[in-house]
């Protein structure tokens, strides 16, 4: 197969998979509108963020996603442990639910700002991964400590 038959099969089965959804979407019981619209949101930013994640991220994106990434996960959580427990005296008890939010993955809203304002997106969806792979690690830590 050639590399053009390759790329058209692939578009033939996400549009496959979009119909299928949409048809499952809309033969469901009847909802609401505006609540069949908003739980459309999360997994249309997640697709989007997969099909992100599929493109070529220059050396620069890779900067920007490794920057983004300790600070995510490094220095914002270590930030709030030094506030929290070392100049306001909180119980580590008391701050272990913060702590662990500080050291939860970026979000899906740098995204759409990056593509808003004409952001490279891959850089953003890079670190978007990297932290929630992170974060995997780092949130059981801290509520078992």
């Known amino acids: 197969m050639s590399p053009e038959g390759i790329g058209q099969a692939r578009n033939y089965r996400l549009q496959t998979r979009v119909c299928i959804g949409l048809n499952l979407n809309y033969t469901s019981p009847p909802l609401p509108t505006h609540y069949r619209i908003a739980l459309t949101a999360a997994p249309l930013a997640l697709f989007a963020s997969g099909i992100l994640l599929s493109e070529k991220v220059s050396l620069k994106g890779l900067k920007i996603a490794f920057f983004v990434t300790c600070v ?8 709030s442990f030094l506030i929290l427990i070392k100049f306001l005296n909180y119980p580590f008890d008391s701050a272990r639910t913060i702590l662990m939010v500080a050291a939860a993955p970026v979000g899906l809203m740098p995204m759409t700002f990056a593509s808003k304002y004409r952001v490279e997106t891959s850089s953003v969806a890079l670190a978007m991964l990297w932290t929630f792979f992170i974060s995997l690690i780092l949130i059981p830590i801290i509520a078992t400590v």
């Open 72 to 79: 995510k996960t490094i220095i914002y959580p270590l930030v």
